[in-house]
């Protein structure tokens, strides 16, 4: 081949050099003139996006329309799974971090020793102090985040595997690692500042600035309004075949679970132009969200606030309700735990006192004890069992019986809690009703067993609503949800029976269910209870069912009733006091088989001082004292305040 | 007096022209890459790219005094300094982005590697101008070692741009310098070789997915790949052909960029200089960067006709090589006819380094105009 010569070498660059440009422009002729449309319409959408919007959740207001519950913007602590990148080097100057120890800081310029190797381990110590927690707990709960961040990874990781694998887990490690996990959620603004103050020395905890559910009602409704849990994303469709997904909080218990759809409210979404760093620039535009709906509830705030007062620190519970319409006034549960406090331990024995409900462990604030948790209702059904027994035509007002202490049924000698702490001797309905005895009733029952009328009893408990749904809308959506006991069947032995005449044996119910069947005895037609007084724009109607019952028989047991806070009732020692308001009552002491009891007191009062009529229930569990010696100076303390005004 | 007379004589205008007005537009085209909206006057960029070129003023001065021959006779020496930076780099360089490339100089950060593409044209130009050797196959051994070894100190940095930018340099100068077409066509056949090797074993992940990311968005790829390459490497190649692209005929206006599609381009006041050109100026924009370095490119391939040394001649093929090859790959890259390779555009990108190097190669080639030789090559330089 002959060699070209350097002119023809030098004109072939030249060429080449020529076409190589002439391509260049060709391109940029075909994409700046021919496809300028295509990539105009493209940079257009780069800049122009949506975003779905999360609706705010409605708000839960009391009776006088002061907020319990509401969204608002907070602080929350969050952890990140991998907080730091390995082996860098940071200067303490400025934070710049380097590869290796660097002679001068390439920012700052500062030289010497200066540069530390950043935190290779989380420091618990000074957030747990902040956090008011154990170290333990805080560890517990940052081993529970990693964790599922590297369940997460390996999910993704899929069934990859060799050198692929531990590259892929390298990069999703990195990216997911480093993505905060939040501990704790309304954490206050000293806290935040702490920990972000923090930051340098301990990377691994970060506060961001949330959408928080915020609760001022405290401790005393969070039984009644839940907590809200992270749920998975829900898509937001745009209509136009677009959709996002959009993470949301959903109820776990309470209104905020009962009422979750109407809480929650429907997303919309922005259409905007935004800048490289997504800042929105423009609206373009948009569907707003739609707030959820406002739940007004029944519940009063000062009242309630002086019932949980008054019922104190004991495990029990305390109602309160219309007695005409059934709206729950009060509904007070012990122990309460704060909304806000869902770390380590507490959270564990909350989700497990949830799922336990009355197998919940003993002290264990359950949500709540007022409407769930079942227990024997002791002398207090002891008006149900008189008025069961006159229907029946096995008692009589006017009949009086012997009462020897000791109950014997066919000549066998009850023991244990058939029998009566004193000697009554001769006593009429109403003075068995007010001094509480136990054999009067007990006699009244064997009667109706001997003669086969024993299902009037099981009759009349169900007329006041036993072992049935209070009404009240957070019990449960459950239709299987058993409520309470009374479901009475012909293998029951005799005693069982005839000890449920007293409210022991096999019944068992709530303090809700007791208030609302003393709500059925003091107006003779039985409320569904009810706490939601208004949902959005829908004022809730109350609901009565007749009782059916005669009006003389019924103002005859509530005279005797009224006798029990009066001198030689069984409540006069405790709740004389009670007597003022017109208060008819029954104290209620069961048994346990351990020397604990459920000490109880039920009653109803009639309107007065600008109150509105009045059906109440106080059970006090594992008490050392009776019902009247637990409850009746509690119930003092509160009517005092209640029929004040507000005064005392 | 004599000084100033030197600096005129020196001053190759149909190579400085152009070589300024380059630096004019990368100048204009800087205030499209301030995040904030609307054009910002003499900004940040613009000072420090104003130090750039103030100093590369002063090297290119320095060059243009020392005689070409005298830079070549002691070409060897730069080289070895050059290495001797590179090495430096390795150990004691500045790291960012994950690459160790730049040495710091009394507080001022600079790229040896920038450095090595002058020795090396100049060694290139030692070592040929008076041989033969290159003419057989074996006598390609060693320009081709003398390429490589910097070539494998920049890869380690790792800058595989720069080092791929020693190729073409080399091929470029042996062919003028009359080397064997059919060597050269062999060594390129056995470069083509080992592409695939290479691509699967000797490259970075990153390096690799830029390369997926190019061959994604290609006419034939499948629909799956330019779907996942949105959100992986191919996004840089996508976001800047969609800033060339919409500029359209006449460009959004200067410092209107922002605004437009130029906040998603990655990188854009300095691998991808020329999206903001093209989104701004439009074609129009474009096309004259272009006939500007066409202007400069053959102006200095007719410098390398005119001059009779060998040397010269060299010199200003390498020069011719580096700019026109860097000046193709980074506007091919940007419109996406290449992989993204990271490489700069000389005179328009942002960088005190790039701009020193490319107005030192700038002075390099005014000082070959200045001195004509009257020496006469042997063989193919006749």
Avoid at chain 1, 356 to 384: C, D, L
Avoid at chain 1, 410 to 426: D, F, P, S, V
Wanted: charge should be positive; hydrophobic fraction near 45%.
């Amino acid at each position: 081949m002959k060699p070209i010569p350097y002119r023809q070498r030098v004109g072939l660059l030249a060429l080449l050099c020529g076409c190589s440009l002439f391509l260049l422009v060709c391109r940029l002729t075909a994409l700046q003139v021919f496809d300028h449309e295509e990539w105009l319409e493209l940079a257009d959408r780069l800049r122009s996006g949506w975003r779905p919007v999360r609706p705010m959740r409605g708000e839960i207001v009391d009776g006088k329309g002061r907020v319990l519950a509401h969204d608002a913007a907070g602080f929350e602590l969050a952890v990140l799974a991998m907080p730091w990148r390995d082996g860098r080097f940071e200067c303490e100057k400025c934070g710049t971090e380097h590869l290796h120890v660097p002679r001068r800081c390439r920012r700052c310029r500062e030289s010497g020793k200066k540069f530390v190797k950043r935190a290779d381990e989380r420091d618990m110590r000074p957030i747990a102090k902040l956090l008011d927690i154990r170290v333990r707990e805080l560890e517990a709960l940052v081993k529970k985040r990693v964790v599922a961040v590297e369940r997460h990874v390996e999910e993704l990781l899929g069934n990859l595997t060799g050198v692929k694998r531990e590259r892929q887990r390298r990069e999703l490690w990195f990216d997911h690692g480093r993505r905060p996990q939040r501990i704790r959620r309304d954490v206050s603004y000293e806290v935040a500042r702490e920990v972000a103050l923090q930051r340098r020395r301990n990377p691994a905890f970060v506060i961001r600035t949330s959408h928080g559910r915020v609760y001022p009602g405290g401790a005393v409704f969070t039984h009644i309004l839940g907590r809200l849990v992270e749920a998975e994303s829900i898509v937001v469709e745009r209509g136009d075949g677009t959709a996002r997904k959009l993470p949301v909080e959903v109820g776990r218990s309470g209104v905020e679970y009962h009422f979750e759809s109407e809480l929650r409210g429907a997303p919309g979404w922005v259409e905007m132009k935004r800048d490289l760093r997504k800042r929105t620039r423009t609206v373009l535009d948009e569907r707003r969200a739609e707030p959820g709906r406002r739940i007004r509830l029944t519940i009063e705030t000062e009242v309630q606030e002086r019932a949980a007062a008054a019922l104190g620190d004991v495990e029990g519970a305390f109602v309160v309700v219309h007695a005409e319409t059934g709206a729950v006034l009060a509904l007070v549960t012990a122990p309460r735990y704060e909304p806000h406090d869902y770390v380590g331990t507490l959270q564990k024995w909350i989700a497990r006192g949830e799922e336990m409900g009355t197998q919940a462990p003993v002290g264990s604030p359950i949500p709540e004890r007022a409407f769930r948790n079942y227990q024997i209702p002791g002398s207090i059904m002891k008006p149900f069992t008189a008025l069961a027994a006159l229907d029946s035509g096995d008692g009589s007002f006017s009949e009086v019986i012997q009462c020897e202490r000791e109950f014997r049924y066919h000549g066998i000698r009850a023991i244990g809690k058939l029998r009566c702490n004193m000697l009554h001797n001769e006593l009429n309905m109403h003075g068995a009703l007010r001094i509480s005895c136990n054999i009067y009733f007990q006699t009244l029952v064997a009667r109706m067993l001997d003669k086969g009328r024993f299902p009037a009893f099981v009759r009349m408990g169900r007329r006041f609503g036993f072992g049935q749904r209070t009404g009240i809308e957070i019990a449960s959506r459950n239709p299987d949800t058993k409520f309470g006991r009374w479901d009475f069947d012909a293998a029951r032995q005799p005693g069982t029976l005839i000890a449920s005449a007293i409210g022991q044996g096999w019944v068992v119910t709530s303090p809700a269910q007791i208030a609302r069947a003393y709500a059925g005895l003091a107006t003779g037609s039985l409320p569904r209870l009810h706490l939601i007084a208004r949902l959005g724009d829908t004022a809730t109607a109350p609901e009565r069912v007749a009782l059916r019952i005669s009006r003389d028989r019924l103002e005859r047991v509530r005279a005797a009733l009224r006798d029990v806070p009066r001198p030689g009732g069984s409540a006069y020692d405790y709740a004389g006091e009670l007597a003022r308001y017109q208060m008819a009552c029954k104290t209620g002491t069961a048994q346990r088989g351990t020397r604990k009891n459920n000490a109880w007191m039920a009653g109803f009062a009639p309107a007065r001082a600008g109150r509105p009529p009045i059906a109440f229930a106080m059970a006090v569990l594992r008490s050392d004292l009776g019902g009247g010696a637990t409850c009746g100076p509690r119930l003092v303390e509160f009517f005092r305040y209640y029929y004040s005004g507000g005064k005392q | 007096m004599k000084l100033g007379h030197s600096l005129r004589t020196a001053i190759h205008l149909p190579v400085v022209i152009p070589a300024l007005l380059l630096l004019l537009v990368g100048f204009l085209a800087l205030s499209g890459i301030d995040m904030r909206v609307g054009y910002r006057w003499l900004g940040d960029w613009h000072m420090r790219q104003l130090t750039g070129i103030a100093l590369g003023m002063a090297a290119a001065v320095v060059v243009v005094l020392v005689p070409y021959k005298a830079l070549v006779r002691n070409a060897y020496l730069v080289y070895g300094a050059a290495l001797l930076l590179l090495l430096l780099v390795l150990f004691a360089g500045t790291v960012r982005k994950e690459s160790r490339r730049w040495l710091s100089l009394f507080g001022v950060d600079f790229q040896p590697s920038e450095v090595m593409k002058l020795a090396l044209v100049l060694t290139l130009a030692r070592f040929i101008r008076f041989r033969d050797s290159y003419k057989t196959f074996r006598g390609l051994g060693a320009p081709f070692l003398l390429t490589l070894i910097p070539m494998a100190l920049i890869l380690k940095q790792p800058d595989l741009g720069t080092a791929l930018l020693c190729i073409p340099l080399l091929f470029t100068m042996l062919f003028a310098a009359g080397a064997r077409l059919r060597h050269l066509l062999l060594i390129m056949v056995m470069g083509a070789c080992a592409i695939y090797p290479v691509y699967r074993w000797g490259l970075r992940d990153y390096q690799r997915s830029r390369i997926d990311g190019f061959m994604a968005q290609l006419p034939f790829a499948a629909s799956d790949k330019k779907t996942k390459d949105i959100t992986g490497h191919g996004y840089q190649v996508r976001q800047s052909k969609i800033a060339v692209g919409s500029g359209g005929f006449s460009g959004v206006g200067l410092g209107e960029g922002q605004a437009a599609a130029l906040h998603w381009v990655p990188e854009r006041h300095n691998d991808f200089i020329f999206a903001v050109v093209a989104n701004e100026m439009g074609l129009l924009g474009s096309a004259f960067v272009i006939l500007l370095f066409a202007w400069l490119l053959l102006a200095i391939l007719a410098l390398a006709i005119r001059h009779r040394d060998p040397a010269g001649r060299l010199i200003c093929m390498g020069v011719f090589a580096l700019f026109g090859f860097q000046a193709f790959i980074n506007i091919a890259m940007t419109i996406g006819l290449m992989p993204i390779t990271g490489m700069t555009l000389p005179f328009l990108s942002y960088g005190r380094s790039s701009v020193i190097v490319s107005m030192m190669a700038v002075a390099l080639v005014c000082n070959v105009a200045a001195r004509p030789s009257y020496e006469f090559g042997r063989g193919d330089f006749d």
